[in-house]
């Protein structure tokens, strides 16, 4: 097919998903309106938008937003800074893998805000086991990712690389890294939602400020339009959210054959 | 005998954990030492407590994750092979599907109240997606020629879609299936440590308050455990399913 | 047995991409009639449309210009009496050798012994007695590929298709296979229309042959092939068959240069 066929295939496509989340959405504000359905369990789609703005005025909405992303993008942090150096150790150390690999293979699967109890109990009500919890949650992915794309780095370069005198040392940041950043970054990718979920969670469970906690104290109140408002907010932050690091990733891997692969 | 080998640094994490307790490295308030936490566990296990706060989870999660299942699969296969479903359906999952779930908690409290029905219709809707998801790719992604032999060998059009589309997909389907397991139990916690009466998270949040910690860590223990059991245990039937796969 | 049927192609022209016809152009005017019981191969560069051709046989692509008739009818849907065997097999991975065989026998409403009767019979027929238990995966490509033709052989289709089916095979394989085909062949009766880029093939099996060209896919040379139904692989070792081999290799290679001249 032809590049301009494509282009508007694709642009007719869009057209056809922006209907349908429009009628949707259309169709939510009249169902609200006709009071087919107790306002109470669908509020309008204008009410809780006019809520969300209203916040957004007052500044409540970016208090909480700012304190959602601040927790989510710490732990996340966090959870980068340790889980990319141990999935390194691990492909190169066969004891450091032997360690850690049952238990990061053994806690995939399991809940992990079921740990939420024991990190209130040891780092308090407030941000810090907040943090950790998202840290804990998200450093999973990262670990994963950053040992299988340093384990399945091609010999080939590397082999290059030491016969043209390159020391381990240099080795590691210059021929490594690069190569196993694409996977690198894909774990990062799943961990960021992993993050912002979990905070949100641990908010709802934990109440206080922050999206998750203001929504929950909503519910508590029979707010459904504070409560179907935060979750607008989140659906939103959540989008932007995955779209910018999409974008970020295409950015950091512009010479990838994945990225050129698209132009 | 390998798979002992392998597991063995989680003896090696309790170990470690019992000696940080027994030699004061941390305080026991806070990190119960093994044996206290032992003896929770089997303190709840025969009086019934955990069992019985368990059962009414799993059972929950199950009834959720099995809604979940048939409906996603008979979604994924609808949206896969008739076009109109496709078109009407897909924006709407790609949309939905980077919220995470766990925010409708707050709004199954006001639709459902603290019952039962709030977190199975919340395991329903958190788990849906993934299954959706991997039915729709799987059932795209079948190779044309096995359509198509099946068509010259007189399948009809439902007969194909049941008897060739669904088994080719199932790999795929397997894996959603999995995610969706992995979800559900993951909903059951945080939805029990919020609404509920009953069920495993409650126990935890109900231990918790009340100080008694080495029975919540037991609790908490526990519901790992099985989390990670159920995974596993998924695993294995895929792997029996699917032995047509690989020698 | 009823005498099987032959294929009139009438007129057939078929483009692929606009709906209005303004995509590419894979077939153009193709008129083509097949005797029943013919082996006749279509021969020609890749983008000829040889493949697009037998689908719109088979009637897994609707005809869009002109018609595709056989005895029975018009071709609009894929059918029984079209049966088909692809390059890559298309085997049921799911499903053993001999659930792979009883597939289209149990659509055929026979009774349960029956049906285990002639799937036996099919995969005696080539020579897979012993394997019937194994999954696809566990058989080499060969294996895979007679397991194939068993499978459309059984509901006993009047005509077969086959598109490029020893592709995939490597060449020890592919002369067995080709023999054994032949020898199929001989003791039933059908219309087969094969595809093919390799002319050795095409000569030694095929009675006609159809050659190809290709943007837009045109029948250019029809070829009478002579050789003896029953003659063994020797043949292709005789001075006709090596002669008649490179006249039609060029003929090919005419058109893959012309195809490759119009690309440019």
Known sequence: MTATRTRRRALGDLLIQSLVIAAFLLAWEMTARARVINPFLLPALSDVLMRIGKDLGSGIAIVDLSLTLYRALSGFAIAAAIGIPLGILMARWSLVRWFFDPLISAGFPMPKIAFLPIFVLWFGLFDTSKIIMVAFSSIFPVVSAAYAGTQGVDKWPLWSARALGAKERELLWEVILPLALPQILTGLQIALPVALITTVVTEMLMSGKGIGGTMMNAGRFADSVGVFAGIVEIAVVGILVIRGVEALRRRLLVWHAETRADA | ?247 | MEPTVGIDVRNVSHAYGARNGRGVVALQGINLSIRPNEFHALLGPSGCGKSTLLYLIGGFVPVQTGTIATARGRVSAPSPERGIVFQNFALFPWKTVRENVLYGLEKLKLDREERERRAREFIELVHLTGFEDAYPSQLSGGMQQRTAIARTLAVDPEVLLMDEPFGALDAQTRRVMQEELRAIWQRKQKTVVFVTHDVHEAVFLAERISIMSARPGRIEHVIDVGFDRNAGEEVMKTREFVELSEHIWDLVRQQAIAATRGAL
Not at chain 2, 80 to 86: F, G, K, N
Not at chain 2, 201 to 221: H, K, R
């Open chain 2, 1 to 247: 005998m390998a798979t002992l080998f392998r597991y063995l640094p989680i003896l090696v994490v309790l170990a470690l954990w019992e000696a940080a307790t027994r030699y004061g490295l941390v305080s026991k308030l806070m990190v119960p030492d093994l044996a206290s936490v032992g003896a929770a566990f089997w303190q709840l296990l025969t009086s019934g407590e955990l069992v019985f706060n368990a059962g009414r989870s799993l059972g929950r999660a199950f009834i959720g994750l099995a809604a979940a299942t048939a409906f996603g699969i008979v979604a994924g296969l609808l949206m896969a092979t008739i076009r109109p479903v496709r078109l009407l359906v897909n924006p709407l999952v790609q949309a939905f599907y980077p919220m995470p779930k766990s925010a409708l908690i707050p709004v199954v409290m006001v639709w459902f109240g603290l019952g039962d029905l709030s977190k199975i219709v919340l395991i329903f809707l958190g788990c849906i997606l993934p299954v959706v998801v991997s039915t729709y790719n799987g059932a795209r992604g079948v190779d044309h020629v096995l359509v198509w032999s099946a068509a010259s060998l007189g399948a009809s059009r439902r007969a194909i879609l049941t008897e060739v589309v669904l088994p080719a997909a199932m790999p795929e389907i397997f894996n959603g299936m999995r995610t969706a397991l992995a979800f559900s139990f993951i909903l059951m916690v945080s939805s029990e440590f919020i609404l509920a009466k009953d069920g495993i998270g409650y126990l935890i949040a109900t231990l918790g308050d009340g100080g008694a910690y080495a029975a919540m860590f037991a609790c908490i223990l526990t519901v790992a455990g099985v989390g990670f059991g159920a995974d596993r245990l998924f695993g294995l039937l895929i792997r029996r399913t699917l032995r047509w796969r690989e020698p």
